[in-house]
């Protein structure tokens, strides 16, 4: 797993959201929201 966000990390296809976000409700939001902007991997760090 970490080698594979890794090769999206270095190829620029993974958007990453460093703040805490409410894995129940706002993640899913957040997902949503940045998948109309881009097909880019979404990655929570908190």
Not at 1 to 6: A, D, E, F, K, S
């Given at each position: ?6 090769k999206l990390k270095a190829d620029g ?19 949503k929201q940045a ?12």
């Open positions: 797993m970490r080698n594979y966000i890794n296809e993974l958007k990453t959201v460093a703040v805490a976000v409410d894995p129940q409700f706002e993640l899913a939001a957040v997902t998948q109309r902007h881009s097909d880019d991997a979404v990655f929570s760090t908190r």
